[in-house]
Each structure stands twice: as C-alpha cells, then as structure tokens.
C-alpha cells in the first residue's frame, strides 16, 4: 500500500516537473528573460521589510527582516503617507547592482474589507494614453495621485546620480504589488527608464485585457509569483467569457506550489504561458 502510494507521487511528482520543463522551454522561444528564483528570494525580503513600521530600523536597515539576504542594503528614501496610509521606500542593493523600490501591501486588520471590496469593484479608471486600457481605480490612485510617486521618482533620480545608471527592481506584495506594477510602467513610459524590471508576489489584477497586452510590451520583464493558496491573485474576478470586459493579469506568472512527503516539502516552480490568464496555472 505505502509503496504504490509513494508510486503515485513520484508520477505526479514527475508529471509536474515534465509540464515544468515544457512552459520553460515556450518561454525561451520567445526571448523573455527567465524567472531566477535566486532573485525571487531576495526580493521577497524587500517586499516583506517595507512592512515594518519602526521608521527609524528601517531606514536604518537594522529591522529584523533586514538582515538576511539583504544585508547591506543603502536606503535612499523611506516614503510614507500617512493619509492614505501607505508606505514605500526606495535604495540601492550594491551586490545585485540594482536600485531596489518596494511597495507595502495592506495592513493585516484590514484585509478582509479590502478583499470584500475588490471582489465588488468594476473597472473604473482610463489609464491615460492607451485606447481601451482601463484599470482599477483604487491601485491606479494608489501610486499616482498619493505622496508615494514623487517621493520615488525624486529618490529614483538622486540613486542615479550618486550611483550611475543601474538596473531598477520594482516590487511588493499583495496591494504593493499593483502599485509597484503601476510604478514600473510609469519610471518607463514617462520616464524614459531603462532596464526596468517588476516582480510582485501575490498581486491582484490591476486592469483589462487592453492593459495587459499594453503593459507586456512596455515592461516585458515582469512576473507575478503566486503561491498555492494565495487568494488574493485571484481578485478581482476573471470572467473567462468576457476577458474583454473584465480584469486580466499581465501575463508571465510563477506559480509556487508544495508538495510534502512526510516532513519534506519540496516547491515546484510552473512557469505559465503569455497568456496572463493561464487556465492550467493559478486559475
Ligand atoms: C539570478 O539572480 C542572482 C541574484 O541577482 C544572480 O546572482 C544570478 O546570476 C542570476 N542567475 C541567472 C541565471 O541569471
Ligand atoms: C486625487 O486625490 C484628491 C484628494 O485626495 C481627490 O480629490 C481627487 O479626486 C483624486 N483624483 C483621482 C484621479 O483619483
């Protein structure tokens, strides 16, 4: 009984890794850069400290998420806006080159009027400039009518002087990721930044189809990572019958799954397909 069991798994397990192999091998057809994991990890630590909110440990970089992987880090900016009650900051991570900007999520005591209300919200918002693009008002607000923005491009620009032109990793979870998303498309479009790239972790979808397609190509180095169980990349609702009129995600997502045999656990990485709403992937 045990062994057909453990038989079981290591198909399954084997199927997974075979299916895995397969999305990669797509994506390398189309050029895209490939999803580092390496990368992700030390990220995730960005989009986890700027949740804190002792100030001064943070600017500090003395917080107690501040200190694994990384460490080092130089802060330019610390961004709050207490009206609105977000929070940002922007600096400069020396060992990946590479000027860091992380955006906070919602707070915990609120997060379930927030998921009640996403679920509820049509798109209500032109993203200016493109035809048809139309995103979610809330987010879209978020980054570009609060404190955050010229905090960020000022701190963006000062890390440039003092450092010379590096890479630009933007990032943030949950909320954070859809402004940190908004953000990157905005240093890129009416910025003119290069070398741009946005990495979110359990994001929401911030706007149509129009939007999607758009975003892809203006900061084609973009992936959300989405874990097993998140709900929160599920939201707004995706109605497969009317992608045009509803919320899609841009597309390239990781998708980050367990799977334990006693006390291990192992995490298989999916790499899903353009389409931004692949249906074998977080759907
Ligand atoms: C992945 O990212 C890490 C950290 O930035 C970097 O050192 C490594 O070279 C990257 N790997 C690839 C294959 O690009
Ligand atoms: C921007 O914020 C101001 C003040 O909070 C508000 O009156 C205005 O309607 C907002 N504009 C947009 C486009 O959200």
């Excluded at 198909?11 to 850069?33: G, N, Q, T």
């Excluded at 030390?42 to 917080?63: H, N, Q, R």
């Excluded at 923005?149 to 002087?161: D, L, M």
């Excluded at 790239?197 to 973009?222: E, H, L």
Aim: aromatic share 12%; charged share 15%; hydrophobic share 40%.
């Amino acid at each position: 009984m045990e062994r057909r069991r453990l038989l079981t798994i290591v198909i399954i397990l084997s199927l997974f890794v075979l299916s895995a192999s397969r999305e990669l091998k797509v994506h390398s057809k189309y050029h895209l850069p490939g999803y580092n994991h390496t990368l992700a990890k030390i990220l995730v630590e960005y989009s986890s400290a700027v949740y804190i909110s002792d100030l001064t440990e943070l600017f500090t970089w003395t917080c107690s998420r501040c200190n694994g992987l990384t460490k080092g880090f130089e802060m330019i900016e610390l961004i709050v806006d207490v009206e609105h009650c977000l929070q940002a900051f922007v600096g400069v991570a020396k060992d990946l080159n590479a000027i860091v900007i992380a955006f906070r999520g919602t707070q915990e005591h609120s997060i379930q009027n927030w998921i009640a209300d996403l679920y509820w919200k049509q798109l209500d918002c032109n993203y200016p400039g493109i035809s048809d693009a139309m995103v979610h008002h809330g987010f879209y607000s978020a980054y570009h009518n609060t404190t955050l923005r010229p905090g960020i491009i000022n701190a963006v620009k000062s890390a440039k002087e003092l450092y010379g032109d590096l890479q630009i990793m933007v990032t943030g979870h949950s909320m954070g990721g859809a402004m940190a998303s908004f953000c990157g498309m905005d240093l890129t479009v009416n910025f003119g930044m290069q070398n741009v790239q946005v990495m979110t972790f359990g994001q929401p979808r911030i706007g149509n189809a129009a939007f999607s397609s758009y975003f892809s190509q203006i900061v084609p180095n973009t992936i959300r990572v989405t874990n097993e169980h998140d709900m929160v990349p599920h939201l707004p609702p995706y109605y497969f019958h009317f992608p045009q009129k509803t919320y899609h995600h841009f597309p390239r997502e990781v998708w980050l799954y367990h799977i334990g045999f006693g006390s291990l656990v192992y995490t298989v990485e999916k790499v899903c397909d353009g389409s931004g709403e692949d249906p074998t992937c977080s759907r």
